[in-house]
């Protein structure tokens, strides 16, 4: 499954890799690095939007895969076999989810049992 971003080499603010541990003293560090800082620090954990893993068909159907019936003349007998289709498709995009969830860098433990 993954895709949770959390390998990303990114500005989340709860994850260890990113742009230095938060120390506005280093040299180097330049105006913009520090505004976007500033800016995380106020960034929620919870995730409202993903993208989807549905695709639509060249028809408007909406599924995971899509599949053609194809038939194959084999020793003089006919088979119908399932070809899955890969070209045309359209991504569904991003969707919003009915209940935020939290994202999986966030470094604080909810519920200890």
Known sequence: MGGSGSKNKGYWPFSGSGSGDGDPSKEGVDEQSLARLRSFRNATPFV???????????????????????YVTKNGRKRAKLKKIQKNLIPQGIIKLDHPCIHVDFPVVLCEV
């Open 48 to 70: 409202f939007t993903r993208r989807s893993s549905l695709y639509f068909d060249e028809d408007g159907d909406l599924a995971h895969e899509f599949y053609e019936e194809t």
